[in-house]
């Protein structure tokens, strides 16, 4: 039994490198373990079931030993967590990460620097302001860009709203256009922003899910009339859902012609900028005002790393606030270069450099590959749904999602419309929840047209078509079962 260490003895500090060495060589070594054991994507544990576990930890009895409290974390969260590396997690907008992003990530963490004042980062903020650039440059923003590192796309989506508000002349009858597909956190950046509850007006979408420009002409024509002043098209470069990429021209041109503020929420499609083969795919968003990007998607990067890019630079003005003690005017005058002027955050992590080493290790290009890898894999993915009678599938992904649903066939002819729609609806509902409990693949569920379907999100290059054809007969089976289960009573085959 070791003595227990000092308070002081757990500060990292210039007499402690040893433990620290220690520590992270023993959680290192606890993750790889525990990486590569994992056959599943996810235990299936319940809420409940985890919660007791949790639960019984005493917080007021450290266990003083970096071991026995990577042990607990086993039972506490290591053993039943989510893993995006698994190539059956097929769910969400998480990735795999590159391994140049988690040495980049234990080393901004361990050095601490903060992002606000040159004082508290020196080449932090420096090389923060080369990747804005770089990215800035990939988009095609031109000479006055500039941006700021944030926590993910809801954050970026708040912040180019905040500009696009205060650029729009006036607080009365705002109104905020974006696709029936847009992002949530547009309602939010509304709600945070102040305006009314019908400030977010959804503009229709055609049969691939991309903004209609017919339908925006409509809607900007109509806001006119009505005397509400538009400040913001969002349009999506990447859906969350769909990975329909809005038809970004002609909505610039549409912008331009009204004077209104584009923002392109690129939070999904940005990882096209480093693609080879479909960096054409986002054509047009050079025009935006302001773009999001979240590397923490299709950039391999661990959460969160994101951004807000913007046209001209002079609308960052927009979160500048300064404090005597951190940011006084005069170090503008002094030409201190300071991101806090530009940020709505105050203390912020570097993340930025988890994508300094991402480049710097192994390049843009090799990030093009992996995602033009798993958006080749959706379009395979899409290809065997569409040829699967037991699925329909809504339409073909420009990036790497794939909607679809499971739909029970032989069903008795006298069968009403509605109950066979409700029945399609729940054996769906039923066999993501049955996958998941099994552990086997996770896959994301969605609602189209009123209908549940089931959505796979691929950014993992390891995801096999055999995979996905193998998660698919394990959706048949759960969904014919229910669907059987359901409807003793009729004699009919499923799938
Ligand atoms: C994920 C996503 C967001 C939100 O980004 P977070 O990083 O999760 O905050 C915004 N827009 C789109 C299109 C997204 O896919």
């Known amino acids: 039994m070791s003595l227990r260490p000092a308070a002081r003895e757990h500060l990292f500090t210039n007499g402690t490198v040893d433990r620290y060495r220690r520590a ?5 070594d606890r993750v790889a373990t525990r990486i590569s054991a994992t056959d599943r994507p996810f235990t299936g544990v319940t809420p409940d079931q985890l919660a007791l576990e949790v639960s019984a930890v005493d917080l007021d009895r450290p266990l003083g030993d970096v071991r026995e409290a990577l042990d607990e974390l086993e039972d506490v969260y290591l053993r039943d967590a989510v893993y995006f590396h698994h190539p059956r997690y097929l769910a969400h907008l998480n990735c795999p990460v590159v391994i140049p992003a988690l040495l980049g990530e234990a080393v901004l963490s361990a050095v601490n620097s903060s992002m606000d004042t040159w004082d508290q980062s020196a080449g932090a903020t420096l090389i923060e302001r080369r990747l804005i650039d770089w990215t800035a440059e990939r988009i095609g923003l031109g000479p006055a860009a500039d941006g700021v590192f944030t926590s993910g796309g809801t954050q970026s989506n708040l912040q180019a709203l905040l500009m696009a508000r205060e650029e729009a002349g006036t607080r009365e009858h705002l109104r905020i256009l974006t696709s029936a597909a847009g992002h949530f956190s547009v309602q939010k950046a509304a709600k945070l ?6 400030a977010v007006v959804v503009v229709e979408t055609d049969r691939h899910r991309r903004m209609s420009p017919t339908g925006l002409a409509r809607e900007l024509q109509r806001c006119q009339e009505a005397g509400q002043t538009v400040m913001a098209v969002v349009a999506t470069a990447g859906t969350t859902d769909f990975g329909s990429i809005d038809p970004l021209p002609a909505i610039a041109d549409l912008c331009l012609a009204a004077g209104v503020w584009l923002h392109v929420d690129a939070a999904y499609g940005c990882g096209l900028l480093t693609s080879k083969t479909r960096r054409h795919l986002l054509d047009g968003i050079e025009r935006a005002d302001s773009v999001t990007v979240d590397f923490h998607k299709s950039f391999f990067q661990p959460v969160s790393s994101s951004a807000v890019l913007v046209r001209d630079r002079a609308v960052l003005r927009h979160a500048t606030y300064h404090a005597d003690y951190l940011n006084p005017a005069r170090m503008v005058e002094q030409r201190i270069p300071n991101q806090v002027d530009k940020s709505l955050q105050t203390t912020r992590r570097f993340d930025a450099l988890k994508l300094w080493l991402t480049l710097r290790i192994m390049g843009a290009d090799a990030i093009g590959e992996l995602f033009d890898e ?45 109950l066979a729609r409700d029945l399609a609806d729940r054996a769906n509902l039923h066999a993501r929840e049955a996958l998941a409990a099994s552990g086997a693949a996770v896959v994301a569920g969605t609602t189209v047209d009123g209908q549940h379907h089931l959505k796979f999100t691929l950014l993992n290059p390891e995801t096999s078509l055999d995979d996905i054809a193998e998660v698919l007969e394990l959706v048949a089976e759960h969904a014919g079962r229910f669907v059987r289960e359901q409807t003793p009573d009729l004699t009919y085959s499923v799938g």
């Open 193 to 198: 922003l102040g305006l009314g509850p019908d």
């Open 24 to 28: 992270l060589a023993d959680g290192l």
């Open 374 to 418: 798993v958006v080749d894999r959706a379009s395979a993915a899409f290809d065997l749904l569409s040829e699967d009678p037991r699925f329909e599938v809504v339409t073909r992904s420009q990036l790497s999602t794939v909607v679809f649903r499971f739909m029970p066939t032989g069903l008795p002819a006298d069968l009403p419309a509605d």
